[in-house]
């Protein structure tokens, strides 16, 4: 590749760096984003899908800024082969994701009262027996037991269902067609099936939207089927709404796994947790802004016009990753960043960024806390003792995937 500068400086640009969507140990951070880092505020990479290569952002304001910044465009990446880590994670025109502006707050609002923190409150003592019954079972059967079986999977998927407002007799198949979805781990027979799972759900999504055109329900499928009825959003776009938001259980799902395998491993902590209820809130933030819940990066932006960050001139047209795992380990934003210090207040003056940042931020955050927060509450209290059922190596972690968990956590208590 030809030499080249920054327009503002003359200085030249950092090299290209090829980064795969790694297998990446337990919960171990990615070593290569670990040297992107440390490459400068901007990287650019060269991802294992697509074409040409990204910008990559790590610092803490940069991310905030740029997932902000109406110049850096989700839709405007929509019709490009931008570089991306998986081939299922194309550009998807007229979804909640990829719209901009006065067009996504169009589609946002559409739902967004069955999200708000009020409305997961009142979720929450539901919720909670929902977890209590799963809990009742694991207790009946006793130990041991594969704890993503049979709480970390059921439940999540079960609040989903609740929030989305799947009819009981329908449940268990959207459940299947999710954990087809959420199996996906680079292996052409699991693709495939994921992607029929995929297509199974959003032909059964657009049905049960058509079927509520007329609802005065609050779940998220009759909110979505009035809005098309009035003429508000088309189906297209409900479907495209609805889609990520039943699947999104999954990454509750392996990030709670990844908090209680790390609980596990360290005896310190565990106990601090069991005996002192009271530092569980904080302790639970400083693990978000942790864990490496994610491989790669998500989904692309293009600079609608040239911006300068940090002395690098992003030209119009160059396309732009953003990481929240990097921005969340910013010595200049926390202290001592690699270690996990649950004394910390991660969601503080300046919080982490788990959930994402500026217009984009996740819709189900409220809901992803409420439902961390009982899980961690519940097992530690309910289940005494609990600890893992083989040696630490023989955990099996999920391979190839970009959201990063155990696929079983075996336990005793």
């Given amino acids: 590749m030809a030499e080249q500068t920054t327009l503002l400086t003359g200085r030249n640009l950092p090299p290209v760096r090829d980064w795969g969507a790694g297998d990446v140990e337990g919960i171990t951070f990615d070593p290569v984003l670990a040297e992107l880092m440390r490459d400068g505020p901007l990287a650019r990479i060269r991802l294992p899908h697509g074409e040409g290569w990204a910008w990559l952002a790590t610092r803490y304001e940069d991310v905030r800024m740029i997932a902000g910044d109406p110049r850096f465009s989700r839709a405007a990446a929509v019709e490009r082969p931008v570089t991306r880590p998986a081939p299922h994670l194309e550009p998807d025109p007229g979804t ?18 069955a999200l708000t923190d009020s409305a997961v409150e009142r979720l929450r003592p539901h919720a909670q027996q929902m977890l209590d019954e799963l809990v009742d079972g694991l207790l009946h059967d006793g130990p041991p037991a594969d704890l993503v079986e ?92 609805a889609g990520p938001l039943q699947t999104g259980g999954e990454a509750v799902t392996h990030t709670c796994g990844q908090m209680l395998f790390l609980m596990l491993t360290e005896p310190a902590l565990y106990e601090r947790l069991r005996a002192r209820p009271e530092t569980r809130a904080a302790a639970v933030e400083e693990l978000l802004r942790h864990l490496p819940h994610r491989a790669s990066v998500g989904l692309a932006r293009v600079a609608l016009e040239d911006v300068d960050v940090h002395g690098v001139r992003i030209s119009a047209g160059e396309p732009v990753y953003l990481s929240y795992l990097a921005a969340n380990r910013d010595p200049d934003v926390f202290p001592d960043p690699d270690r996990l210090d649950v004394g910390r207040d991660a969601g503080a003056t300046l919080p982490h960024l788990a959930f994402g940042s500026g217009p984009h931020h996740c819709a189900g955050a409220a809901l992803a806390r409420t439902q961390t927060e009982l899980l961690v509450d519940t097992l530690l209290d309910r289940l005494p003792g609990l600890r893992l059922a083989v040696h630490v190596d023989q955990v099996p972690f999920r391979r190839r995937a970009m959201i990063r968990g155990p696929r079983a956590l075996p336990v005793r208590w």
């Fill in 96 to 113: 909640l994701a990829f719209a901009e502006g006065a067009d996504h707050q169009r589609l946002r609002r559409t739902v967004e009262s």
């Fill in 150 to 241: 049979r709480v970390l999977q059921p439940f999540p998927a079960a609040v989903a269902c609740e929030v989305m407002g799947v009819p009981s007799g329908e449940r268990r198949q959207v459940q299947a067609w999710v954990r087809s979805i959420g199996s996906a781990d680079g292996c052409a027979d699991t693709a495939r099936r994921a992607k029929d799972a995929l297509a199974s759900l959003y032909e059964w999504i657009g049905t049960a939207v058509r079927e509520r055109h007329g609802s005065a329900d609050t779940d998220v499928l009759s909110l979505l089927g009035a809005a098309v009825g009035r003429g508000e959003i088309s189906e297209a776009e409900a479907v495209g709404i």
